[in-house]
């Protein structure tokens, strides 16, 4: 079983900067990634990493958001820059082992204007 535990949610004005980060303990994944939801709004995806470094990036985000992975295995960064007031949202961590998909609790982003 794959536990991932997010932390670096909060709440910031327009134009500054906030740094996500999940670490998933209990087994390596292959894949690990960001989506959100926002009040009202399906969940989406705004970034995704694979093992051998590949990333994919919601196009509302593209050139802000930045998904990286650590040295220490298992542990995946989203660093957002530019935050706008759209990005508020639940951000929840997301992990791919095989076909099983993991999830963390969430951490709320909110973006004041």
């Known amino acids: 079983q794959v536990q991932l535990v997010e932390s670096g949610g909060g709440l910031v004005q327009a134009g500054e900067s906030l740094k996500l980060s999940c670490a998933a303990s209990g087994m390596i994944v292959s894949a690990m990634g960001w989506y959100r939801q926002a009040p009202g709004k399906q969940r989406e995806l705004v970034a995704r990493?694979?093992?051998?470094?590949?990333?994919v990036y919601a196009d509302s985000v593209k050139g802000r958001f930045t998904i990286s992975t650590a040295n220490v295995r298992n542990t995946v960064y989203l660093q957002m820059n530019s935050l706008k007031p759209e990005d508020t949202a639940v951000y929840y961590c997301w992990a791919l082992r095989g076909r099983d998909v993991y999830w963390g609790q969430g951490t709320q982003v909110t973006v004041s204007s």
């Open positions: 990493i694979i093992s051998g470094g590949s990333t």
